[in-house]
Structure formats: structure tokens, C-alpha cells
């Protein structure tokens, strides 16, 4: 009892010192970064972009390359959207563009369980960072598994609707609304069908904003929209994706004879991984295709900024940092596509914006899910990260778990259980019992907070220990 006792001290005291750091980091960040004169940004420089004779331009009229990153899903490594992971991006990797990939069928999706809410909040964060640091954004309805846009064009209508009306006013935000259509359902037919009702939804609250439209099969069927493009709007792009390990020559003139023939096209995703994500880095490659990418101006997005253990992350899978990266932290293409971007390699010493990755420190909290029970009690549980911190070369990532009575019938019993990415003991808890099995959490009421009524709330909370830094997995409730 007395060791628990000491042990939940010592928690707080982590959790103190915590925060104390987090403040340490701002109060240096104000004081170094306070009077430094800013160089221009991308968007300060060049403003609104616009299609213009089959080319992205400035607000002068001038050509204009976007050189992006893109996240993973927005979903599964939310944490690497911070605004000084763009900065690092805009500062020392050549970056004038984010894309933020939302998943709508893949991975907590936001068209099949994803909190929407979570997800729409992921975006305003992004599309705030970007903002701030004079950079674009390219919004992704990132259809993937769903190959045809139209299976869940209703949400996306809704989804655009309301976004684009939120962002009217953003010179630098752009939307792409279907990543890459597939399959039978994702012809060029359906896709144009989709386009018109999404595009003319966009435009009745958003008039100049650029809208990027996805191609059959996935999005390399650049010449089926040069035959038969979308008319009647302006300000209209269409997306190419490549990934130098599976795609070469062959596809390399496909995309240069729809240009030719004056396609606006942007690069919303290439990668110099296999088209699996995986694979072989295939720089030789990637370096044909960057020039003849240049050779046209062509817009590029490079896939993906995450430290996932795939080839495509631009990141090592042992690299913990969420921003200020160095050379030692970059995966072979995160090497590759700083020195392609910025004509050199990446710097070996720190990019000096960075978190270390040492001692107490802040890794990206925020991630959040949530689920209501099926049946007829409607309890709603959501998981998020409040706190994270290392110590003693550990992981210890903090939870608060809110469960709500969202529907008439008061719950008289419920359980949740919390699947986590790495493995992982439980440091600290309270408000419930907790057990692990393997690398699921399940947690039930104590006594008091058993039942629950109609409005009813309950609050639980948890600490967990692991040797990587910690996601959820996915969150699973039953009420009765
Ligand atoms: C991949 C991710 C991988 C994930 C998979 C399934 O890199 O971690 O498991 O999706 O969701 C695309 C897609 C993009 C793919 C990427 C690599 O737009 O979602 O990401 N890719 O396979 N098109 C071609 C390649």
C-alpha cells in the first residue's frame, strides 16, 4: 500500500516536472526565436495559387513548384502534426506544402468509425500550423480501400461543405477529393460524376480555392481526364502518383503526354518505395522522375512523414523525434527527398527547433479516439492522450477515458477495452480496475462509477510504460 503510495508520488512528480520542461521549452523558444527576422514565406512570397493554361502559378502569374510532405494517415500518426514538424519541413527540408491525409474506408477512417470530430479537429490544427508558418495545404479525402469516390460521396459532400466554407478565406488551402480511385468503381466515369457534385458543393462557398481531382487507377490515369477533363470551373488540377520502385519509363510518358496536351497536374503523392509502401528505395529512379518533374514545373507531395517501418516513411522507425530532425533521424528516402528538394544533403547537425530525444520531453499528445456501444444502452467512450514523457530511457504515455450516456436507458454495467500499439505495463491508474492482457487494456467500473444515467459522465484515467512511444491501436466498448 505505502509502495503504491510512493509510486503514484513519484508519477506526479514526473507529470510535474512534465509540464515544468514543456514550459522550459516555450519560455526558450520565445526568448530565442522572439526578435529573429523571419525570410519570406512560401506564401508571403508567391499568395493565392491558380491554375493557369494547364500550370500552378503564383498570385504574379508566375509558375509555381509545390514541394510537399505528406502525412500518413491523419488517424494513425497525428502526432506528427506540430507546427514545428512543419517548421523543420519549411526550414530545413525545402517544404512549401503539408498534405493532410484523411483516410475515409483505411484504419479508423473517417467514413467507417473514425471520430470525425478528432479528425475535422486534426485538420484545423494542421491547416492552423501551415497557416501560421506561411505555408500551403492540400486537404485529402484520402479514398483507398473504398476504390470508388462515389460509396461514400454523401459524407464527403458534407465534409467539403463544411470545410471549404471554414477555410474561404485561406488563400493557401487547397483540397483534394478523391486520392486515388480504384478498381472497377474507379473509372474515370464515376470519378466525374463525383468531381462535378463535389466540385460544384465547394464552389457554392468557396470560389477560387484549387481543387485537385483524383485519377483511375490510382491516380495514374492522368490521360483519361486529358480526353474528357471536368469543364466549367476554373482553378481545377488533376493528381498523378508515382512510386520509383514499381513506376518507371512507361508511365513517366504517360504523364508527360497529358501535360504535353496541357493537363494541369500536381504530384499529390509519389514516393521512391515499391507502390506498397515498401520495397527497395529506388533513388536512380526517383532522381528521372524529379527531372522530368522539374522539366515541366510539376507540383510534387512526397508520401509520408512518419516513422512507420516502411520504406516510403521518411523517417528511421527508430527515430521518436516529432520535429527538428537530423540527418541520422532521416529513413533512406528521407535523405533522398531533402537533397532533392533542397539541391543538398541534410544537415548532420540538429535542424535546432527539435524536441530531444532524451530526457523529459513532450512527444505529441492529443491522439483520440472514440466509440458509442452497439445495442440499446448508448454509452460513448473516448480515449485520448493527455500527457507523455520520457524517463529512465522509458515511454510513459498518460489517458483519460470520459464515457458518456448518450442515449435515454442508464447503464447499470460496462467495459472498455484499449488495444495499444506497443507493448506495455500499466505505471499508474485510477478510477477503475484495470487489467492487461498481452497488448490489450480492459477496464471496468469500480463500485461507485458502475452505473451510469441519461447525461451521466464518468472520468477514468491511466498511465502506461512502454519501451517505444505509445499509439492506440483501436477502442472497443459494451454497455448493457
Ligand atoms: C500505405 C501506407 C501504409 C499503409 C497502407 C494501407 O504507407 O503504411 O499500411 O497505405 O493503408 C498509395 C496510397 C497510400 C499508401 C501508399 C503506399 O495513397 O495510402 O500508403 N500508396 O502503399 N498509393 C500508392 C502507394
Not at 510535474?16 to 522550459?24: D, E, I, S
Not at 502569374?61 to 510532405?69: E, L, T
Not at 533513388?283 to 509520408?304: F, H, P, S
Not at 483519460?400 to 488495444?419: D, E
Amino acid at each position: 500500500m505505502r509502495e503504491e503510495r510512493v509510486g503514484q508520488d513519484k508519477a506526479a512528480q514526473k507529470r510535474r516536472n512534465a509540464y515544468l520542461v514543456m514550459l522550459l521549452f516555450c519560455l526558450a523558444g520565445m526568448l530565442a526565436f522572439g526578435d529573429r527576422a523571419e525570410a519570406a514565406s512560401p506564401y508571403a512570397a508567391n499568395g493565392r495559387l491558380s491554375v493557369s493554361k494547364g500550370k500552378i502559378v503564383n498570385s504574379k502569374g508566375k509558375s509555381f513548384v509545390i514541394k510537399g510532405v505528406s502525412t500518413h494517415g491523419l488517424a494513425w500518426y497525428p502526432e506528427y502534426v506540430n507546427k514545428e514538424a512543419f517548421k523543420t519541413l519549411r526550414d530545413t527540408w525545402g517544404v512549401n506544402t503539408i498534405r493532410l491525409a484523411m483516410y475515409t474506408a483505411d484504419y479508423n477512417g473517417y467514413c467507417t468509425g473514425g471520430s470525425q470530430k478528432n479528425l475535422k479537429k486534426k485538420i484545423d490544427q494542421g491547416v492552423k500550423y501551415a497557416t501560421d508558418l506561411g505555408m500551403y495545404v492540400i486537404i485529402d479525402w484520402h479514398i483507398l480501400s473504398d476504390g470508388n469516390p462515389l460509396t461514400y460521396k454523401k459524407q464527403a459532400k458534407q465534409f467539403f461543405q463544411e470545410i471549404a466554407r471554414k477555410y474561404s478565406g485561406y488563400g493557401n488551402v487547397m483540397y483534394e477529393i478523391c486520392n486515388e480511385p480504384n478498381g472497377r468503381g474507379g473509372s474515370w466515369k464515376n470519378i466525374k460524376s463525383y468531381a462535378k457534385d463535389i466540385i460544384k458543393t465547394i464552389r457554392s462557398v468557396n470560389k477560387n480555392a484549387i481543387i485537385i481531382v483524383g485519377t483511375p487507377t490510382w491516380s495514374q490515369d492522368v490521360d483519361k481526364a486529358q480526353a474528357d477533363p471536368v469543364t466549367g470551373y476554373k482553378n481545377i488540377a488533376y493528381a498523378f502518383h508515382f512510386y520509383a520502385g514499381t513506376h518507371k519509363s512507361g508511365l513517366r510518358s504517360k504523364l508527360e503526354k497529358a501535360v504535353k496536351k496541357g493537363l494541369p497536374v500536381i504530384v499529390t503523392e509519389f514516393g521512391i518505395s515499391e507502390a506498397s509502401g515498401g520495397g527497395k528505395a529506388d533513388t536512380a529512379e526517383g532522381n528521372r522522375w524529379m527531372k522530368l518533374l522539374d522539366q515541366y514545373g510539376i507540383g510534387r507531395v512526397c508520401w509520408n512523414l512518419s516513422n512507420k517501418n516502411e520504406t516510403s516513411a521518411l523517417l528511421k522507425s527508430s527515430c521518436k523525434k516529432k520535429s527538428g530532425w537530423k540527418a541520422s533521424d532521416l529513413s533512406a528516402s528521407g535523405k533522398w527527398l531533402v537533397q532533392a528538394y533542397t539541391g543538398k544533403p541534410p544537415a548532420s547537425g540538429s535542424g535546432g527547433t527539435g524536441n530531444g530525444s532524451s530526457g523529459s520531453s513532450s512527444t505529441g499528445n492529443g491522439q483520440s479516439l472514440s466509440r458509442t456501444s452497439a445495442g440499446k444502452v448508448k454509452l460513448h467512450a473516448s480515449l485520448t492522450r493527455v500527457n507523455s514523457w520520457k524517463s529512465g530511457g522509458k515511454y510513459y504515455t498518460q489517458y483519460k477515458l470520459v464515457l458518456k450516456n448518450t442515449g435515454s436507458k442508464t447503464s447499470s454495467r460496462w467495459q472498455v477495452s484499449v488495444k495499444l500499439k506497443q507493448s506495455f505495463s500499466v505505471s499508474d491508474k485510477w478510477c477503475g480496475s484495470f487489467v492487461r492482457k498481452e497488448k490489450t487494456l480492459t477496464i471496468k467500473p469500480l463500485e461507485w462509477n458502475k452505473k451510469i444515467k441519461k447525461n451521466g459522465t464518468a472520468e477514468l484515467g491511466f498511465v502506461v510504460k512502454s519501451a517505444k512511444a505509445q499509439t492506440i491501436s483501436s477502442i472497443l466498448i459494451t454497455a448493457s
